[in-house]
């Protein structure tokens, strides 16, 4: 049933296998009318056939007569004819699949907003774009490499072949819709010359930057970067404090890690009609009823409160870092910020990541 349906949906296959079937008639009419005409064994015959067919050249096995002469310029005739129908249909059949990649694609990009656009797939953006994928956040990749080009396809990830530096790009990949550009270049000048574009068709748009180079942020931020990320001084910011402070890295480790299923962090937005608003920690005491811990408050407009006292006031437009289980932070979101949506749909459908 699924092979009939394949068929049915692609008539160049189904042409190609019609014509395979025609050649090993053909082949077998032609042992038949060597075998016949010419007295020669089955397999004489289908030799014959292969050789005429395939004009390698090789001299006759045994001297023709003029209607074994006729009869083999048929074969030639028809066989050749045969021949060159599958390959102009392979070819053919061959373009259409990836010319309706290519469509299939464009209509899908042409749908998509709040997506993260992620200029770069190698090393770094495959990491991150694995872990958007998971978390089930809308994500198109612009990539040049060819080899980058496969594993996305095999990943089925949506992707713009192209540089990342042309407006043309940047547009397929709907960058006027985007919610925000993740620009994971190796080169430094290619991410400030990105940003730059991307800043110009996307004034509203949050773009993070990674950098090689330390002494390259400013240049990126001036370029109109929110963020600016240098793996290779987290790298090794994280290596001098596994010596430094192992306890403390592994717990940050443990806690940071988007795959955990214990404890993690996450953050809440206060908003209109929480049972928060107006009200200070201690008043609340969330540790006991939720079960979260509260470590930083971020007032909106204003700078992050780290360890904030029991005194310290909840107010609606305050984002809250918190930490606990996946359970309790569940909970508590239900409960104190009438949201129980999951993370993805969070993240879609929040304010602008400016930060």
């Known amino acids: 049933m699924n092979v009939f349906k394949t068929l049915v949906e692609n008539p160049g296959l189904k042409n190609i296998i019609t014509a395979s079937f025609i050649m090993v008639v053909i082949f077998s009419i032609g042992s038949a009318g060597y075998h016949m005409i010419e007295n020669m064994t089955w397999f004489e015959g289908l030799y014959m056939t292969f050789i005429t067919i395939s004009t390698i050249g090789f001299t006759e096995l045994h001297t023709l007569s003029n209607q074994g002469r006729v009869f083999t310029?048929?074969?030639?005739?028809?066989?050749?004819?045969?021949i060159s129908y599958i390959a102009s249909q392979t070819?053919?059949?061959?373009?259409?699949g990836e010319l309706f990649y290519k469509r299939a694609m464009k209509k899908r990009l042409e749908k998509m907003e709040n997506h993260y656009i992620i200029c770069g797939y190698g090393r770094i953006g495959h990491r991150i774009a694995a872990v958007l994928k998971d978390a089930g956040l809308p994500l198109v990749i612009v990539e040049n490499r060819k080899s980058g080009i496969e594993q996305l396809k095999e990943a089925k990830i949506p992707f713009v072949e192209g540089d990342a530096e042309s407006e043309d790009t940047l547009l397929e990949a709907g960058i006027e819709q985007a919610k925000s550009l993740i620009c994971t270049l190796s080169n430094d000048q290619d991410n400030v010359f990105t940003t730059l574009l991307a800043r110009d068709l996307n004034p509203k748009l949050f773009i993070l930057v990674r950098t090689n180079e330390t002494t390259n942020k400013n240049r990126v931020l001036r370029a109109g970067a929110d963020k600016v990320i240098s793996p290779y001084e987290?790298?090794?910011?994280?290596?001098?404090?596994?010596?430094?402070?192992?306890?403390v890295d592994q717990f940050v480790d443990s806690i940071t890690?988007?795959?955990?299923?214990d404890h993690t962090f996450?953050?809440?937005?206060?908003?209109?009609?929480?049972?928060?608003?107006?009200?200070?920690?201690?008043?609340?005491?969330l540790r006991t009823q939720y079960g979260v811990l509260i470590i930083a408050i971020i007032p909106k407009g204003e700078s992050i409160q780290f360890n904030p006292d029991s005194s310290s006031q909840i107010n609606v437009g305050d984002s809250l870092i918190l930490i606990?289980?996946?359970n309790q932070i569940d909970k508590f979101r239900r409960e104190v910020?009438?949201?129980?949506?999951?993370?993805?749909?969070?993240?879609?459908?929040?304010?602008?990541?400016?930060?």
């Open 73 to 82: 310029m048929l074969i030639f005739v028809t066989g050749i004819g045969v």
């Open 91 to 96: 070819t053919q059949l061959l373009f259409e």
């Open 234 to 247: 987290i790298g090794a910011d994280r290596m001098a404090n596994v010596i430094l402070r192992p306890h």
């Open 257 to 261: 890690k988007y795959t955990m299923q």
């Open 266 to 285: 996450d953050e809440a937005l206060i908003s209109e009609g929480s049972v928060l608003d107006g009200k200070s920690l201690a008043e609340v005491n």
């Open 324 to 326: 606990g289980d996946l």
């Open 337 to 355: 910020c009438n949201d129980s949506r999951p993370l993805a749909e969070r993240t879609r459908n929040s304010e602008t990541l400016h930060l």
